[in-house]
C-alpha cells in the first residue's frame, strides 16, 4: 500500500524563514525541513495500480504558476483539544482552484471527492496533552509574513509513517505552465 499526498513545497527560503520561528513551545513536535510543505489534498492509503492511476491523473492537472506569501499563524483543534500549530498562506484563491483541479482528476480514477473544507495552511508542530501553551508563540508570530513565491510546480508524495514521524519521499513532480 502506498499512503499518497499532492502537496507543494516552498522554496528553501522560506522553510528556512519557517524553521527559524520554531521553539519556545515546551513539548511541540516540531516539522523538520523535510517535512515542510502545503498540502493540496490528501490521497491516503492506495494499493500499487492506483497509485500508478493517481501520478498519471495528476498529470492531466493544468495550472498557470501563481504566487502565495505566508500569512499569520493558526491551529487546528480536535475534539476540543489544539492538536496542530500551522503558517497561512495567502491569497487561497489559486490554491483553491489548484486543489479543486486535482480532485476532480482524482474522481474521474474514482477516488472520493474530498469532503473536508480546504484551508491552506503548513504545518509547523504537532501538539500533544503536556504541549505548553502558545500565548508566546502566538504574540511573537502572529503577524507571520514573508515575500512573495511563485508555485511553479506541485509533487506527489508518499508518506511513510516510523517511529521518528513521518517521512515524505517524491514520487513525481508536475509542472504549471504559463
Avoid: C
Avoid at 6 to 22: E, N
Avoid at 70 to 80: A, E, N, P, V, W
Amino acid at each position: 500500500m502506498h499512503r499518497l499526498f499532492a502537496a507543494i513545497r516552498p522554496p528553501a527560503a522560506i522553510r528556512q524563514h519557517l524553521l527559524g520561528l520554531m521553539g519556545g513551545v515546551p513539548r511541540a513536535r516540531w516539522q523538520d525541513d523535510d517535512q515542510l510543505h502545503l498540502t493540496l489534498r490528501f490521497i491516503g492509503e492506495v494499493d500499487r495500480h492506483t497509485a500508478a492511476d493517481v501520478a498519471a491523473a495528476l498529470g492531466q492537472v493544468r495550472q498557470q504558476p501563481f504566487e502565495i506569501m505566508l500569512s499569520g499563524i493558526g491551529t487546528f483543534d480536535r475534539k476540543g483539544r489544539t492538536d496542530t500549530l500551522w503558517a497561512g498562506v495567502a491569497p487561497h484563491d489559486q490554491l483553491t482552484l489548484l486543489h479543486n483541479k486535482i480532485d476532480q482528476s482524482l474522481a474521474r480514477i474514482g477516488l472520493a471527492p474530498e469532503t473536508r473544507a480546504y484551508l491552506p495552511h503548513l504545518t509547523l508542530a504537532r501538539l500533544g496533552r503536556d504541549t505548553g501553551r502558545l500565548d508566546g508563540f502566538a504574540e511573537s508570530h502572529g503577524g507571520l509574513s514573508s515575500d512573495p513565491f511563485t508555485v511553479t510546480h506541485f509533487m506527489l508524495f508518499e508518506s511513510t509513517l516510523g517511529n521518528q514521524g513521518a517521512r515524505y519521499d517524491v514520487v513525481e513532480r508536475y509542472a504549471l505552465t504559463p
